[in-house]
């Protein structure tokens, strides 16, 4: 059973604070996400790694960093949190089923509040 | 013109009926194609993807149609518990694009 897991469920942060949301999976993926879900917006793809230390910037990476250091772990780092970063946080990892094709799990997720 | 439609909902439905969800893309390079459930304030979770030749798992029955690129969903014989927003998932090489979803509410 695949399993993605996230350092908090919810976290509560002030304006400018530097905040670290860490992922992990244990089925060795190769590639890891980091999406932001709001209401009315959907899932928005923040960064994504498909390798260790190789990272790709998806549709919304302002204000946010990522690494990848480990295989099994992907850190995302708002530098300086804001307000409008209040949001759901999603981690993810996908595999390769086949030619061209990719399955995708999720963790529990993160619900971040800045203040 | 957004990447992957669906429809707006929601949708409320008696308990036993039978429920239809549609979803549009508009990438033709589009590669493979998923349904996700994902419940109040949880994560998406995989329902089932979607193949060409159609594929039924129990009460879910998922289409899909190339040629005008369309993927359906169809649930019969609804449940309570299948109440939750359903994601319409397609994917290009490692890209997963997700449509906004459609919440389905099965009422008693």
């Known amino acids: 059973d695949v399993k993605v897991t996230q350092s908090s469920r919810y976290l509560v942060k002030r304006t400018g604070e530097k905040v670290f949301l860490e992922c992990v999976q244990d089925?060795?993926?190769?590639?890891m996400f980091w999406y932001r879900q709001d209401p009315g917006l959907g899932l928005r793809l923040i960064y994504f790694s498909y390798d260790v230390k190789m990272k790709e910037k998806g549709d919304i990476p302002e204000g946010y960093s990522v690494s990848r250091e480990k295989k099994e772990r992907f850190s995302l780092i708002l530098e300086s949190a804001s307000t409008n970063q209040t949001s759901m946080y999603l981690c993810?990892?996908?595999?390769?089923?086949?030619?061209?094709?990719?399955?995708?799990?999720f963790g529990p997720g993160t619900r971040l509040t800045v203040t | 013109r957004k990447e992957v439609e669906q429809d707006p909902g929601p949708f409320n439905v008696p308990e036993g009926a039978t429920v239809a969800f549609n979803c549009t893309y508009s990438?033709?390079?589009?590669?493979?194609f998923f349904w996700y459930r994902q419940d109040c304030r949880k994560e998406p979770k995989l329902l089932m993807s979607v193949y060409s030749s159609g594929n039924e798992d129990g009460r879910f029955t998922a289409q899909l149609n190339r040629a005008s690129q369309y993927i359906s969903l169809l649930i019969r014989d609804s449940k309570l518990s299948d109440s939750a927003t359903y994601l319409c998932?397609?994917?290009?090489?490692?890209?997963?694009?997700f449509g906004p979803g459609t919440r389905l509410s099965v009422l008693p």
């Open positions: 990438n033709s390079a589009s590669q493979s």
């Open positions: 089925m060795d993926h190769e590639n």
């Open positions: 998932v397609v994917t290009y090489g490692q890209n997963f694009v």
């Open positions: 993810a990892s996908s595999f390769k089923l086949g030619a061209g094709t990719y399955e995708q799990y």
